[in-house]
């Protein structure tokens, strides 16, 4: 190398630092957000807004994502440093996919507007932020309920005054959505399914906001309940990501507490953390070893507060889904496989009150005695000018209640097809039978079956579900599916299969139509089979003789000894109350 050449080299070199730097220096705001005026942005500007985004920055893209029940498709918003937007890719070199959800209750939108800021803070690289997305992907839905939020209204939310206008909790088929992550009945959620199995998220964020008690908190958190999680995750919560996630909020300016469940009347005795089923957002993304959490406002913080503070929670996760990349994907990647080779697994689980934490809390004393501003008489409120601060207990230990052994495999009748296209949105994978078999299959029969007696979600939920198994053969038609429980997704596979499980297809009334009979009998048109049915049985014969001695009034009913053949006998179809999901314990043999 000559000097001259040399010095030129110097120079580009000089430039070419000098240009990376100015590229990672920190620019403008693109964006105007008004929390600070109690308005957040309707759902065409929101959308406006991420497109203005998109335009800037080559590290974003704002992606369609599948319909809604509005027709008006869902997007998704990709923050990836290398312009890398596909998956699959981004999975392979390994770094951690984080999935925020807003506005699925559109009438609570700060994560709407948090999240709007918070892309814009990173991508233009806000006080270094946008070192952590050398190890993060960020993948932000920015309005889930789109109907919803199109149903905008100063009269939505009534325990809120701010923001002054808001959108409404039902979509546009009327569906509470956070109810409908298992059932699937919206397009909503089947969009979000696809979305959710494309990233396959390891931390998962729903914001929401709510109104149980008032307190000094404007921000709290229903955690990822540690217990339901295999060893290797629950551990990576309680002692890592957890505790993490409470310290990096408490050096803000929002101190974060877990949502406030009363577990006793007075606060000071202890609060209780809850545990999400599958049907909620967080409790479904447990079953694919997700860490799946929601941030909970308090509606009477002030909105700039409110989302102010949510803005710090996704930013104390992001810098987490960065600082803890390695052990968030091992701790996952460990799960997966102790899940796959469990013995046991719990359908259900109740709160241990012998075990709980100590937390700090920042409260308003109650006061039973408040005079109602409107009515003149008394009731329950808070005083705000009575604040204080106690150690409290938080009791957040499960154990499990109802343990199942787990089968090698289900047997799925190809009859049952929305039970087929929710197992293969979610990506489960199976087997197709090609002929026509006969299968010793453990069935469950549903002895009792008790329904809630209004609609709920545009179900009549089972709310109680007995069972009693059998060994059986039973014929099943090429074309129906054999599903390995032992795969990645074994955690769903199980929660809706297992008929007793709390958000089972079950229970969701995909199998109504094994619940009554489709055959019967008629007083006189049976006999001449009954007659035939007691020569081929002679122990039946012999127990209807019995029964007629000892129950006299049995021996006087006509109806009533057809009605003990009809039962005892083969007329009886075996496939009423019959769980029509066979399990194989063992080896797959047909
Ligand atoms: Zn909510």
Redesign the pocket.
């Known amino acids: 190398m000559t000097h001259l050449s040399c010095k030129k080299f110097l120079v580009i070199l000089f430039l070419l630092v000098a240009f990376s730097l100015l590229a990672d220096a920190e620019k403008p705001a693109l964006l105007k957000l008004r929390y600070n005026e109690n308005y957040s942005p309707t759902y065409d500007e929101v959308i406006e807004m991420y497109k203005q985004l998109d335009a800037t920055y080559s590290q974003a893209r704002l992606i369609e994502a599948g319909l809604t029940d509005s027709g008006r498709p869902l997007h998704t918003f990709v923050i990836s440093r290398s312009g890398n937007f596909d998956a699959e890719t981004i999975r392979s070199e390994g770094k951690t996919v984080v999935l925020i959800n807003n506005g699925?209750?559109p009438g609570?939108p700060e994560g709407i507007d948090a999240s709007l800021e918070f892309a814009d803070d990173i991508l233009r690289n806000k006080d270094g932020m946008g070192a952590w997305l050398e190890h993060s992907v960020l993948v932000i839905i920015p309005v889930y309920n789109i109907g919803g939020a199109l149903n905008r209204s100063a009269y939505n939310r009534s325990g809120q005054t701010t923001p002054y206008e808001t959108g409404f909790r039902g979509n546009y088929g009327n569906l509470d959505l956070?109810r409908d992550f298992t059932k699937c009945d919206s397009e909503n959620a089947r969009s979000f399914t696809r979305i959710f199995q494309y990233w396959n998220p390891d931390l998962f964020l729903d914001t929401?906001?709510t109104n149980g008690s008032d307190h000094q908190h404007a921000i709290t958190m229903i955690p990822p309940q540690p217990d339901q999680f295999p060893g290797t995750m629950r551990d990576f919560l309680r002692k890592t990501f957890l505790p993490g996630l409470y310290r990096e909020m408490g050096n803000g300016q929002y101190p974060l507490i877990p949502y406030v469940d009363y577990f006793y009347e007075d606060v000071r005795d202890g609060i209780r953390g809850g545990q999400e089923g599958p049907r909620f957002s967080s409790g479904y993304a447990a079953l694919f070893h997700s860490y799946g959490m929601m941030t909970e406002n308090l509606i009477y913080a002030s909105y700039s507060d409110r989302v102010r503070s949510t803005y710090d929670f996704i930013r104390s996760l992001v810098k987490l889904s960065a600082d803890h990349q390695q052990e968030i994907l091992a701790s996952r990647k460990k799960g997966i496989e102790e899940s796959m080779t469990a013995g046991k697994f719990s359908l259900s689980y109740e709160i241990d009150t012998t075990r709980f934490q100590m937390i700090e809390f920042h409260g308003y004393e109650v006061d039973r005695q408040q005079i109602s501003p409107v009515t003149g008489l008394p009731r329950l409120g808070y005083d705000r000018n009575r604040p204080f601060t106690a150690s409290i207990r938080y009791y957040d230990t499960y154990k499990p209640l109802l343990e199942i052994d787990i089968p090698d495999y289900f047997v799925v009748p190809q009859a049952w097809k929305p039970v087929l296209e929710r197992l293969a949105l979610n990506k489960v994978e199976y087997r197709v039978l090609e002929r026509d078999t006969i299968i010793r299959v453990l069935v469950d029969y549903l002895d009792e079956v008790t329904s809630q007696n209004r609609p709920y979600n545009g179900h009549f939920f089972h709310s109680q579900v007995l069972t009693r198994s059998e060994i059986q053969e039973v014929r099943y038609f090429a074309g129906d599916w054999i599903i390995p429980v032992r795969q990645e997704r074994i955690r769903y596979i199980l929660e809706m299969l297992e008929p007793k499980a709390r958000d089972s297809f079950l229970r969701w009334n995909f199998f109504d139509s094994v619940l009554d009979q489709r055959e019967y009998f008629s007083s006189f048109g049976f006999e001449e089979n009954a007659l035939r049915t007691l020569e081929e049985f002679p122990e039946l014969k012999k127990g209807l003789e019995e029964r007629r001695k000892t129950d006299p009034e049995f021996a006087k009913n006509h109806r009533a000894q057809l009605q003990y053949i009809y039962e005892n006998s083969p007329w009886l179809e075996k496939s009423w109350k019959r769980y029509p999901v066979g399990k194989i314990m063992g080896r797959l043999e047909y």
């Open positions: 699925i209750h609570e956070n929401h906001t």
